[in-house]
C-alpha cells in the first residue's frame, strides 16, 4: 500500500558528495518522521538522521556536519546530503518512514529497498 523508493546511491572518492532521496508513495494521510539508516557488511544497522513532521533534525555523531537530512512534503520525499565523504561511510542506505495512511488509523514504519554508497579511498 505504501512504499518507499530510494535512488542516488554510487561510488564516489573520499571527499565527495552525494545526494540520496527517498519518495513514499501510496496511501498517505500523514508521515510523522523520516530517517535514514545505513548497514555496512557485518554491522548491525545503525540510525544516521532523522527528521520530524515539525523539522527537528537528530544526527549520528559520526556525520555531524557532514550530512544534512531534508524532506520535501509537497513531494514525501526525504533527502540525505552527504559531503566529505569517507570511507567508513561506505554502506548500504535505508530510508524510513513512519506514516499513517488514513486519519483513525495507527502509524507503521516503512522502509525503502537499500541503496549502495561505496566511498573509495
Known amino acids: 500500500q505504501v512504499q518507499l523508493v530510494e535512488s542516488g546511491g554510487g561510488l564516489v572518492q573520499a571527499g565527495g558528495s552525494l545526494r540520496l532521496s527517498c519518495a513514499a508513495s501510496?496511501?498517505?494521510?500523514?508521515?510523522?518522521?523520516q530517517g535514514w539508516y545505513r548497514q555496512a557488511p557485518g554491522k548491525q544497522r545503525e540510525l544516521v538522521a532523522s527528521?520530524?513532521?515539525?523539522?527537528?533534525?537528530n544526527y549520528a555523531d559520526s556525520v555531524k556536519g557532514r550530512f544534512t537530512i531534508s524532506r520535501d512534503n509537497a513531494q514525501n520525499t526525504v533527502y540525505l546530503q552527504m559531503n566529505s565523504l569517507k570511507p567508513e561511510d561506505t554502506a548500504v542506505y535505508y530510508c524510513?518512514?513512519?506514516?499513517?495512511?488514513?486519519?483513525?488509523?495507527?502509524?507503521?514504519?516503512?522502509w525503502g529497498q537499500g541503496t549502495q554508497v561505496t566511498v573509495s579511498s
Open positions: 524510513n518512514a513512519r506514516i499513517r495512511t488514513v486519519l483513525s488509523g495507527p502509524s507503521y514504519d516503512y
Open positions: 501510496g496511501r498517505i494521510f500523514s508521515i510523522a518522521a
Open positions: 527528521i520530524t513532521s515539525g523539522d527537528s533534525t
